[in-house]
């Protein structure tokens, strides 16, 4: 069982920045695939980011490329997600996620039902 908290989140202006993280402790870290995922009120849980067991290969939606980076420290069993240039569309629900199956397509990363372990969330709000 993987038990994920993140912290980090709260109240920012548009333009600023913020930095989630996911502890996942008690567990072979490296062993798992790791994610971040969000929902907005009203809206699905959408894809954010993803990286893989080693943090070699890393994955971005396309609303979050080039302002959010996703790392690891598998020596510290942590998942970071580095937030810039944030927009008021960036605000939800931020979830981290994982998984310890292979992921063989680099879709697999995208997908939320490959995910099977899930945090309690994080909220991020950016005001204009």
């Known amino acids: 069982q993987v038990r994920l908290v993140e912290s980090g989140g709260g109240l920012v202006q548009a333009g600023g920045s913020l930095k989630l993280s996911c502890p996942a402790p008690g567990v072979t870290f490296n062993s798992y695939t790791m994610g971040w995922f969000r929902q907005a009120p009203g809206k699905e849980r959408d894809f954010v980011a993803a990286?893989?067991?080693?943090?070699?290969?890393?994955y971005y939606g396309d609303s979050v490329k080039g302002r959010f980076t996703i790392s690891r420290d598998n020596a510290k069993n942590t998942v970071y997600l580095e937030m810039n240039s944030l927009k008021p569309e960036d605000t939800a629900v931020y979830y981290c996620a994982a998984n310890i199956r292979t992921f063989y397509r680099d879709t697999d990363y995208y997908r939320i039902e490959n995910y099977n372990y899930w945090g309690q969330g994080t909220q991020v709000t950016v005001s204009s």
């Open positions: 990286i893989s067991r080693s943090g070699v290969n890393r």
